[in-house]
């Protein structure tokens, strides 16, 4: 069984964590690229900026917030990045999707790993 992780990019790397993919258009603010230690950068599977703005991780929109990113991950434009994501995850027992969001509940990562975990891509 495919284990998907998620962690906030200020936590630090452990090797449990297998590959890292960062799943957010914006880099995180006071990380470096070695401290990430990041697979790769899936910009892709982020919400879209409006999206992203739109929610400001305010819990009573969690759910209006999965459906719409949830149309979002069914365009062709996130098609490419998903394609790299599922052939991250065939390779490999577990990943780590990596977000800066703080609030660990009600964000892209979690709405990410729900869809992957429930959807036949």
Do not use: C
Not at 35 to 54: F, I
Not at 83 to 89: C, D, G, T, W
């Amino acid at each position: 069984m495919m284990e998907i992780r998620i962690k906030r990019a200020y936590e630090s790397a452990a090797n449990s964590d297998g590959p890292r993919i960062l799943v957010d258009r914006i880099w995180p603010r006071g990380v470096s690229k070695e401290d990430a230690q990041l697979e790769t950068w899936l910009k892709g599977v982020a919400p879209s900026t409006e999206l992203r703005k739109w929610f400001g991780h305010d819990p009573e929109k969690w759910k209006e917030f999965q459906q719409r990113f949830l149309k979002e991950l069914k365009k062709k434009d996130a098609a490419e990045d998903l394609e790299e994501l599922q052939a991250i995850i065939k390779k490999h027992k577990r990943i780590t999707l990596v977000f800066a969001a703080k609030d660990t509940e009600h964000n892209n990562a979690v709405a990410l790993r729900d869809f992957l975990n429930n959807d036949d891509l």
